[in-house]
């Protein structure tokens, strides 16, 4: 069965590559038992790097591409080490099931928290090196000479003494066969040739053409389109299904429901199941959810913020209380931060093939190896039964890691069709309702200043949700979630909060509302980044500082934050008039490994309309594999982190999600998007993330702007809500 | 049975006449470089050309095209990725995750047709596409890029 089912997957991939040009650049779409499609034919030299007889370099990249082009930087990376031709490279992802069947020589197939570089970095290097050092030593042996005589460049590899050459295809079978060296040398970056440089992506021209494969565009022979409704309450059930009503319309070949909360039309196409599945009655059980609101979670947070239980510390030092009672000045700010939706332009939807001793899915997942776990639990079937492949993601954000419940609802589904591939997609609707959402919290900051204008103490109380609690409890600390302080660590190479205070205390009083909360590119930083960057800009004006010398003073003992701040300080003219009319605002931040600040120029109008003219942001991120993507990520977060600014709110009504589509959610468009200026200041030592850390500073930088154009200080998200006139 | 022009050949398509164009392109036609986003003409990831004009295709019913309305999508707007919006979208390295992409370049290179030359206003008011990675500078870039024949260097 499942063998005859491969050979027409590979009938039907030939003839669908033919129809489409093939799929002659890029990346190799697996389907079926062809996973490794080159491999058998290919040599591969070591887990990493395989390398056909024309030379072409098969680079298998463990995390997946959903835009911040890591598979490019990793591929970068092996390649530097490979020495071979960047023009001949491909790329190839590995299956999580093969990952298991080869004890994990991958490593994690993880791509969130900006890690897809800083966390495999060394390893992919090795590969390259590793692999480099089998090609020579098989050209060696062929030539029988001394493999010290011999070297590399550029896929060929050179005898010194007789100038005999030979290429890495041509040698690649024989390398294959030798054993891996036991130690490599890893190159020193001052001498990079290609990682390290603005290199193109890998993935453009099928992106261009529509070629390109996504996950929601996957075909397999026979397949059958499945749409979903769950819930919409959280915490809610089926009750009742009148499914006879819409098993006679076009193209309905089944209703089904899907655990105790979803029910599923089932149909020839996509439309004719979301068509049948509007028109299905459904009675819900609304659960003990029915009536949280906005308005009560607020509340149940607000009391947080006094509260002395469920409260856990994240840094403390001094004496924060003496501080304030003998400040010259204090002062004191609450400020809020929404639910938001992480809104991938790729809907959710995954693809299932059940039958009673395989499962295989395909699908768009952030966390390949949790996507294999999900389907083998619900196809309830043993994990080395149960194939994940991986496609091209249209976006992430932290939803494709944060939970598999799409794999997990397909594969329910097929399972009560064992055969028959289906394809589930959400609508953007059933997407928009059932989210994991960017978690609410909310945050008082009070602040103790001497007579001198000098920060003595500060204390910073968050109160709201964690992710950890609901997401992956088993990362609680005696409850605590470290997550929730981000970029307000006292020490650590992950997110460390620069400014020096002799007296501090910020704790986190845990509330958890039942609202699936989940990773948002920038998680915590984002709320973090905003709660004290703001209040920095008020503690400078309440100590009648210039903000950038308020927090230059504070960041003396931190100076690669200082650094990132100088940066867009000086770039963006700071100290200097803005244009007529342009105020400017900044913002630092450390998180995932790197360092961020941002300079916002901003203008409101008299009708309080706002508009961003500038952005100047500095990343320092230890080592810059490819300037040119790191420039992108940079745009790309400011466009997340002002739509969040601007835009993001969800808000509950009767236990349910109000916005249900981009008419109530609204998105930053081209018309708002300012210029963004990037500074890549690598400045070696460590490796720090890129895909997310810059939005960190997008919000506050602008709000800070806002301040000294209006004389507003807003402290609640999104912007929507506020009335800009100057007061 | 409805007919239907799509990138150049007659399609005869047998379908409820209120689905929308996106799923017939989709669905029965197998052209999936068409994206749903939305499905409520908010986000232009469904966008083709109709008679050379951008369209969202989520929000037409197929009832509303007739066989000589010329419909072209992604896959049809060159054989080969060689039109002048694709190479612009090469040359500056536009996408990122590339979802939104087909719509914005059908979008982009229905601007071009209808304005040679846009301006920033142009391009503000006719590319309202919602890119979620936030690619939003380099389109503006490689429109005008296309515009003036890939000659001028960004920056």
Known sequence: ?727 | MTNLTVNGTVRAVDVDPDTPLLWVIREQLGLTGTKYGCGIAQCGACTVHVDGAAVRSCSMPVSAFTEDQKIVTIEGLSPDGSHPVQKAWLDLDVPQCGFCQPGMIMASAALLTQKPNPNDDDINSEITNICRCGTYNRVRAAIKFAAQGGQVRRG
Not at chain 1, 96 to 116: E, L, Y
Not at chain 1, 201 to 218: F, H, N, W
Not at chain 1, 598 to 605: D, I, L, P, W
Request: hydrophobic share 40%; net charge neutral.
């Open chain 1, 1 to 727: 069965m499942t063998t005859a089912l491969a050979v027409s997957r590979r009938k039907f991939l030939a003839g669908s590559a033919a129809a489409v040009g093939g799929f002659s650049f890029g990346f190799h779409v697996p389907f079926g038992g062809e996973a490794s499609a080159a491999a058998g034919t290919t040599p591969e030299i070591n887990a990493w790097v395989m390398i056909k007889p024309d030379d072409t370099v098969v680079i298998r990249v463990a995390r997946v591409e959903m835009g911040q082009g890591s598979l490019t930087g990793l591929a970068q990376l092996v390649a530097e080490e490979l020495d071979c031709d960047w023009s001949k490279v491909t790329t190839e992802y590995p299956t999580p099931g093969q990952n298991v069947a080869r004890s994990r020589v991958w490593g994690d197939f993880q791509t969130a928290g900006s890690r897809a570089i800083r966390g495999s970095h060394d390893y992919v290097r090795k590969g390259g090196a590793a692999a480099r050092q089998m090609l020579i030593q098989a050209a060696a042996n062929e030539w029988k000479v001394p493999v010290a005589e011999c070297a590399a460049a550029n896929g060929v590899i050179t005898h010194k003494g007789s100038g005999r050459t030979t290429t890495y295809g041509k040698v690649a079978e024989a390398a294959s066969k030798l054993d891996p060296p036991k130690d490599v040398q890893l190159k020193d970056p001052k001498d990079w040739k290609i990682a390290g440089k603005p290199v193109k992506r890998l993935d453009t021209a099928d992106k261009l053409t529509g070629k390109q494969v996504y996950a929601i565009d996957v075909k397999l022979p026979g397949m059958l389109n499945a749409a979903i409704k769950d819930c919409p309450v959280f915490g809610g059930k089926i009750k009742s299904v009148e499914a006879t009503q819409v098993r006679a319309m076009p193209g309905v070949k089944e209703v089904v429901q899907v655990g105790d909360t979803g029910v599923a039309v089932v149909a020839d196409t996509w439309w004719r199941a979301k068509t049948a599945l509007d028109a299905l009655p459904i009675v819900w059980d609304e659960g003990p959810n029915a009536d949280l609101s906005s308005g009560s979670i607020a509340e149940m947070l607000k009391a947080g913020l006094d509260s002395d239980q469920g409260v856990f510390v994240g840094s403390q030092s001094g004496d924060v209380k003496a501080a304030l009672a003998g400040a010259a000045k204090r002062v004191e700010a609450v400020y809020a931060y929404p639910y938001q939706h992480h809104v991938t332009m790729e809907p959710m939807n995954a693809t299932a093939l059940w039958t009673n001793d395989r499962c295989e899915v395909w699908t768009a997942t952030q966390n390949g190896e949790a996507a294999l776990a999900a389907a083998a639990s619900a196809a309830d079937l043993p994990v080395a039964k149960c194939e994940v492949y991986r496609l091209h993601l249209g976006g992430g954000f932290g939803r494709r890691s944060t939970s598999h419940d799409f794999v997990r609802q397909a594969v329910l589904i097929a399972k009560q069709i064992p055969g028959t591939p289906i394809k589930l997609i959400w609508s953007r609707e059933e997407d928009m309702l059932h989210g994991w959402y960017h978690p609410i919290t909310q945050c008082r900051l009070t602040g103790a200043l001497d007579q001198d204008g000098n920060l003595t103490g500060l204390r910073m109380r968050i109160s709201g949700q964690s992710i950890l609690s609901t997401v992956n409890p088993q990362g609680l600390q005696n409850g605590r979630d470290p997550v929730t302080f981000q970029g307000l660590n006292p020490s650590g190479t992950e997110g460390v909060l620069g400014y020096t205070i002799p007296n501090l205390l910020i704790d986190h009083a845990m509330r958890n509302p039942p609202i699936p909360p989940g990773f948002w590119r920038g998680v915590n930083n984002n709320q973090n980044a905003i709660y004290l960057e703001c209040f920095m800009d008020e503690l400078a004006h309440a100590a009648g500082q210039d903000p950038l010398a308020f927090r230059r003073k504070l960041l003396v003992n931190h100076p690669k934050h200082l650094a990132v701040l100088n940066a867009v300080a000086e770039k963006a003219g700071w100290g200097a008039p803005a244009p007529q009319g342009v105020y400017r605002g900044l913002a630092q931040h450390m998180g995932y490994g790197s360092y961020v600040a941002a300079c916002a120029e901003v203008s409101v109008g008299d009708d309080g309309k706002l508009k961003i003219h500038r952005i100047v942001a500095a990343t320092d991120c230890g080592y810059a594999v490819n300037p040119q993507q790191i420039a992108a990520q940079v745009e790309g977060s400011f466009v997340d982190g002002l739509t969040a600014l601007l835009y993001g709110e969800i808000t509950l009504k009767d236990g349910k999600v109000e916005q249900e589509n981009f008419d109530t959610y609204e998105m930053m468009r081209i018309n708002e998007m300012p210029q963004v200026e990037s500074i890549i200041m690598p400045s070696g030592g460590f490796w720090g993330g890129v895909g997310e850390p810059t939005i960190f500073v997008a919000a506050p930088a602008v709000l800070n702007a806002i301040f000294a154009a209006t004389g507003k200080r807003i402290r609640t998200l999104p912007l929507k809500n506020h009335d800009l006139r100057k007061a």
